[in-house]
């Protein structure tokens, strides 16, 4: 896990003022690296959130505010894409940490270099448009939540919820990279094949079922060769960050499709993600313990198992998400929080997760991505899809304007959070993951 350093030092402050406020996202502490659309000449751009500003990263070596061990890493992020970067590795990731934190501090020479050039190198977030952060090569999407696992499978298997494989193996299947698009976009209600379970034949229409999953997506940095398994030991080199992620599910397509491959169309359709990647370096902080298995769960297999994944292998991360339907942002009703739930209830951690996926010597790429899978928790305001929390549509949530909600319906906005927060370090966030339902 990456060392704490003088970039965690939770008094440091930043000269840019939105950077210092207490419930910032993007304070001098975080440094999360996106892609945004230059205003001025309409092309793509590596930049670092910093308060409510963007560090254009190849202006700033252009100006000599990033540069000496970190030119390699500022480079890299001279393309449209964070691919580069992501294949150099920790090590330049960290220059690049390093140097970034001293030049947007207000305590150092380089901070002072930094401001003089201000105009020059920063720009505001509002009305700049963020991109996907990399070229999504490859999508996989594990299923580590037990307790998303434990209600979907009552659903279907009442006396036998788990699946007599899930404690033993990290579940996924193989997502669709072309349909990952980034926060802000619309989002369209599919069309697709399903059959009610009393019906005597399918038949096909909008999907009346449509859900959203919360999930975390991470990065792959370096990747591996085709035959060349990642380990338990190295798979922390393999991961560049974490973004949130919304795997949006049309609940009936996928219930009549799934069997026996898995889900198809029930999921490609779209997928959003938050446009900032938080590195790991950043989070370094929030780390924690892998889940604590109960007596009487088996350990995982070797390949699986390492002390320092058990010790340090979690990520404390709260993710909120809210719903705000058209007659509530009519009407300026803020949005109704629907749960809030933490990393910390995945059952595997993401290293678990990335070795099982090169177990079979499987190689990966920089710039693919995994989903954690939907993260619900124990407790009914930790469940991480409306499938759970309105038990299949049975018991419908209320929301403020007096409309409810089986599914989700046409106009809704669904906004997914994530943060961080622990004694001794300062708060980071994530920005958030919000997406419109358009009609089919
Ligand atoms: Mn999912």
């Known amino acids: ?20 406020e207490a419930e910032a996202d993007f304070p001098v502490q975080n440094l999360p690296l996106g892609v945004y659309t230059d205003p001025k000449i309409g092309v793509g751009k590596v930049g670092i959130a910093i308060g409510d500003k963007i560090l254009d990263v190849t202006a700033a070596r252009a100006k000599g505010v990033i540069g000496g061990v970190a030119d390699d890493a500022a480079g890299a992020c001279a393309g449209d894409t964070l691919n580069e970067l992501m294949a150099l590795g920790g090590r330049h990731w960290s220059a690049l940490r390093a140097t970034a ?62 699946m007599p494989n899930y404690k033993h193996i990290p579940i996924a299947y193989h997502g ?44 792959v940095g370096p990747g591996n060769p085709l035959g060349q398994p990642v380990s338990m030991s190295e798979a922390e080199d393999h991961i560049f960050g974490l973004c949130i992620l919304n795997d949006w599910s049309a609940r009936d397509i996928q219930a009549w499709e799934y069997q026996p491959l898995g889900p198809f169309l029930a999921k490609s359709f779209a997928s959003h993600i938050s446009p900032w990647v938080v590195t790991m370096e950043a989070l370094a902080p929030f780390r924690c313990g892998a889940y604590d298995r ?19 292998g979690g990520f404390d991360v709260q993710i909120e998400v ?15 929080v629907l749960a809030v739930t933490n990393m910390q209830h995945l059952y595997w951690t993401i290293f678990q997760m990335l070795t099982h996926h090169t177990s079979n010597g499987c190689n990966l790429s ?18 991480g899809s409306v499938l759970e929390i309105t038990k299949r549509g049975a018991e419908p949530v209320s929301l403020p304007s007096g409309e409810e909600r089986r599914f989700l319906a046409d106009g809704d906005e669904l906004i997914m959070r994530a943060w961080c927060d622990a004694d001794g370090a300062r708060r980071i966030g994530f920005g958030d993951c919000r997406a419109v339902i358009e009609g089919a």
């Open 1 to 20: 896990m990456p060392e704490l350093n003088e970039t965690h030092d939770p008094t440091l402050t930043s000269w840019i003022d939105s950077a210092n």
């Open 101 to 162: 934190s001293r030049a947007l501090r207000d305590d150092t020479e380089e901070g002072e270099a930094a401001q003089a050039v201000a105009d020059e190198i920063l720009l505001a977030q509002a009305g700049v448009a963020m991109r996907l952060p990399a070229r999504i090569g490859d999508y996989t999407d594990f299923y580590s939540s037990i307790f998303h696992a434990t209600n979907v499978g009552k659903m279907l298997r009442p006396d036998n919820p788990l």
């Open 176 to 219: 669709r990279a072309s349909s990952i698009v980034a926060s802000g976009e619309t989002v369209k209600r599919p069309v697709g094949q399903t059959k009610a379970p009393d019906a005597d034949h399918p038949s096909f229409g909008p999907s009346m079922a449509f859900d959203y999953e919360t999930e975390i997506g991470f990065f």
């Open 294 to 312: 109960p007596d009487g769960d088996p350990a995982p297999l070797p390949y699986l198992s390492s002390s320092e994944n058990e010790a340090n």
């Open 322 to 336: 809210s719903i705000a339907s058209e007659q509530m942002r009519d009407a300026g009703t803020p949005p109704q």
């Open 366 to 383: 920089p710039g693919d991505m995994m989903g954690t899978g939907t993260i619900s928790g124990p407790t009914e305001d930790a469940l």
